[in-house]
């Protein structure tokens, strides 16, 4: 089992910064992928950034690409999520998730994940 517990959200204002954190806990970490995702209000889940379990390759959603960085320390069981110039737009629920042991590489999918945590709201005012 493995639970994840992200911080760093608030409220910003358009054009500010924020790192979001997931730490993690329970079964060997830095052997997995990790992902963040994020919900708005009335809209689905989407894909923002993923994470090989060495840290080496990313994925982004093109939405976020150039304003988004995920990164990981497997020494801290932390997966970070810098976002940079934030817009009204970003404003949504943020969700780590992380798949099974193994599963080394990201995934732009929701179900390739077998782990959630309870996510962090961000708020970007206009």
């Known amino acids: 089992q493995v639970q994840l517990v992200e911080s760093g959200g608030g409220l910003v204002q358009a054009g500010d910064s924020l790192r979001l954190s997931c730490a993690a806990s329970?079964?060997?970490?830095?052997?997995?992928?990790m992902g963040w995702f994020r919900q708005a209000p009335g809209k689905e889940r989407e894909f923002v950034a993923a994470?090989?379990?060495?840290?080496?390759?990313?994925l982004y959603a093109d939405s976020v690409k150039g304003r988004f960085t995920i990164s990981r320390d497997n020494a801290r069981k932390t997966v970070y999520l810098q976002i940079n110039s934030l817009k009204p737009e970003d404003t949504a629920v943020y969700y780590c998730a992380a798949r099974g042991t193994y599963a080394t590489s990201g995934s732009y999918y929701s179900y390739d994940y077998d782990y959630w945590g309870q996510g962090t709201q961000v708020t970007v005012s206009s």
């Open positions: 329970g079964r060997t970490f830095s052997g997995s992928a």
């Open positions: 994470i090989s379990w060495s840290g080496i390759n990313t």
